[in-house]
């Protein structure tokens, strides 16, 4: 199993010294965690991890190859239900993230819908739902396409976090062989999913998973919250059922990249240590 690490693991550090923190913990692989457009004062000072998605990549390739790491996927989490807006990130944004990805050679972009901030979001219909999704995703699909990169929809919204809405955003989406499905454990659960129902259903979509486990303390949240940044656990000490997750995809042959959302370096060892005992890939 190839076991990454996204890049948000140290508070108020730059993204190479998240890069250097991964390889630290033993880990090769990892999503490039957070971006933004243009500059922003936290990048140029160094206490905010996030990349421009104007940068040249060559810098990018360098500071990855410096700690000796590979990258999976380069995160473009959006707002896909609310009016567009300048300071929104949509489809803009996506289509920025796609050919910044081709430029690295990395083959994965991840983005959900998001929970809406506006009572406009809030309002829509479902119907309306899957037309703002799926009119915000035109364009990026189709430079997807063009570069050769997979676009792959996480569990982060009311309709991504459970199997009977992720499917009916594939169907409206259509395009099989460029849009797929980063199944992330804790959000699906959280939002009232069930992450293993996701790989039971839709494995043949599922191209890259986040892992993160739940604590107890989050059952009276569960279907009530639409993602969580980061389990604080190790896989397998929460309620989410990560052991059958993995025996899940082992059984329908994932061999796809996946990626540790979890704080703390012993929970993230630990996770490491469970997930290569559990699965036989």
């Given at each position: 199993m190839i076991i990454g690490c996204f890049a948000l693991i140290e508070p108020f550090t730059p993204m190479e010294r998240q890069f250097e923190a991964i390889k630290e913990l033993g880990i090769d692989y990892a999503d490039l965690t957070d971006s933004h457009d243009g500059a922003t004062l936290g990048t140029e000072y160094g206490f905010s991890a996030s990349i421009s998605l104007d940068s040249h990549p060559g810098k990018i390739r360098d500071m990855?190859?410096?700690?000796?790491?590979?990258?999976?996927?380069?995160?473009?989490?959006?707002?896909?239900?609310?009016?567009?807006?300048?300071?929104?990130?949509?489809?803009?944004?996506?289509?920025?993230?796609?050919r910044l990805a081709n430029l690295l050679g990395v083959k994965q972009v991840i983005t959900t819908e998001g929970d809406p901030k506006t009572d406009f979001g809030h309002n829509l219909s479902e119907e309306q739902r899957l037309l703002m999704i799926a009119s915000k995703l035109h364009a990026?699909?189709?430079?997807a396409r063009e570069l050769g990169i997979e676009l792959l929809l996480e569990p982060h919204g009311i309709m991504t976090d459970t199997v009977d809405g992720m499917k009916k955003i594939l169907d409206t989406l259509g395009n099989e062989d460029v849009v797929g499905v980063n199944l992330d454990?804790?959000?699906?659960?959280?939002?009232?999913?069930?992450?293993?129902?996701?790989?039971?259903?839709?494995?043949?979509?599922?191209?890259?998973?986040?892992?993160?486990?739940?604590?107890?303390?989050?059952?009276d949240k569960r279907g009530t919250m639409y993602g969580c940044g980061m389990g604080l656990i190790p896989v397998g000490?929460?309620?989410?059922?990560?052991?059958?997750?993995?025996?899940?995809?082992?059984?329908?042959?994932?061999?796809?990249?996946?990626?540790?959302?979890?704080?703390?370096?012993?929970?993230?060892?630990?996770?490491?240590?469970?997930?290569?005992?559990?699965?036989?890939?």
């Amino acid at each position: 199993m190839i076991i990454g690490c996204f890049a948000l693991i140290e508070p108020f550090t730059p993204m190479e010294r998240q890069f250097e923190a991964i390889k630290e913990l033993g880990i090769d692989y990892a999503d490039l965690t957070d971006s933004h457009d243009g500059a922003t004062l936290g990048t140029e000072y160094g206490f905010s991890a996030s990349i421009s998605l104007d940068s040249h990549p060559g810098k990018i390739r360098d500071m990855v190859a410096k700690h000796g790491l590979t990258l999976t996927s380069v995160c473009a989490h959006a707002n896909l239900l609310d009016p567009v807006s300048p300071d929104s990130y949509g489809t803009h944004q996506i289509i920025k993230a796609i050919r910044l990805a081709n430029l690295l050679g990395v083959k994965q972009v991840i983005t959900t819908e998001g929970d809406p901030k506006t009572d406009f979001g809030h309002n829509l219909s479902e119907e309306q739902r899957l037309l703002m999704i799926a009119s915000k995703l035109h364009a990026p699909i189709e430079w997807a396409r063009e570069l050769g990169i997979e676009l792959l929809l996480e569990p982060h919204g009311i309709m991504t976090d459970t199997v009977d809405g992720m499917k009916k955003i594939l169907d409206t989406l259509g395009n099989e062989d460029v849009v797929g499905v980063n199944l992330d454990t804790g959000n699906s659960w959280l939002g009232g999913g069930d992450p293993l129902q996701f790989v039971q259903e839709l494995g043949n979509r599922i191209k890259h998973v986040h892992w993160k486990d739940m604590g107890a303390e989050w059952v009276d949240k569960r279907g009530t919250m639409y993602g969580c940044g980061m389990g604080l656990i190790p896989v397998g000490d929460g309620v989410v059922g990560i052991k059958e997750i993995v025996e899940a995809l082992d059984q329908i042959g994932f061999v796809g990249p996946t990626t540790l959302e979890i704080a703390g370096k012993e929970a993230v060892q630990e996770s490491v240590k469970r997930l290569h005992d559990w699965s036989q890939g």
